[in-house]
């Protein structure tokens, strides 16, 4: 019944590592997107996929690589793991990309980078 | 650029109300919205409001919108125990699909 899931809830790596984290959305809805929240609990947007499609990539480090096989799903690829890549994911989905009407988030993935 | 911003902090005793200001930047805000985030969890969306509006209420709920001086608010009626977390408040722009949130509010509610 999950609206939005992500997976793993946890995820404890060292620096240099590559790992992902999946996402998943059952509402039926085109537009998904990527956050971050630091340690300070800022959020702030990193990714928004549309139909399959990127449209809004922020000032993220090209180590950062989303993938969307289809548009119940949006993956974030993370090469060459860094301290400062600590932090929680957050994977949100809307049905309108244009006014970001009501978004579903996801419970969260906490990376640790040690 | 757009810009959100919160207080850090509000405490208040059980039954008493909650509100929850927040200001932004961006005169273009089609949307704006309340988030809610208990501890380990993920954001839950409480409650938005157009930009054409200046009030909103859901149950124990009431938004209020100033668009001249872009001032937000979250009046929290009769707050609860279970009304304690962090509050965040988001825009949405005209032509922009992604939310651009504030710090957060952390909300106490004591016996």
């Known amino acids: 019944d999950t609206a939005v899931s992500q997976t793993p809830k946890y995820l404890v790596t060292q620096m240099g590592n590559d790992k992902s984290i999946k996402c998943e959305q059952n509402l039926g809805h085109d537009t998904m997107y990527w956050y971050k929240q630091d340690s300070k609990k800022f959020l702030k947007i990193m990714f928004s996929?549309?139909?399959?499609?990127?449209?809004i990539n922020e000032t993220v480090p090209n180590r950062f690589s989303p993938k969307s096989p289809d548009k119940a799903h949006l993956n974030l690829h993370i090469n060459s793991l860094e301290l400062g890549d600590s932090a929680v994911y957050f994977c949100a989905s809307s049905q309108d990309g244009v006014s970001g009407y009501e978004q579903y988030f996801g419970p969260g993935t906490r990376l640790t980078v040690t | 650029g757009e810009d959100v911003e919160q207080s850090l902090f509000l405490s208040v005793r059980e039954g008493d109300s909650s509100v929850i200001n927040c200001t932004y930047t961006d005169s273009s805000s089609t949307y704006l919205y309340w988030y809610k985030q208990e501890p380990g969890a993920g954001l839950q969306l409480l409650t938005y409001?157009?930009?054409?509006?200046d009030m909103k209420q859901d149950q124990r709920l009431t938004v209020l919108l100033n668009k001249k001086d872009k001032h937000l608010s979250l009046r929290i009626a009769d707050t609860q125990t279970g009304d304690s977390a962090i509050y965040f408040c988001?825009?949405?722009?005209?032509?922009?699909?992604?939310?651009?949130f504030g710090k957060g509010t952390m909300l106490l509610v004591s016996p």
């Open positions: 409001i157009f930009s054409n509006m």
């Open positions: 996929y549309n139909n399959k499609e990127l449209i």
């Open positions: 988001a825009e949405i722009y005209s032509g922009y699909s992604t939310l651009t």
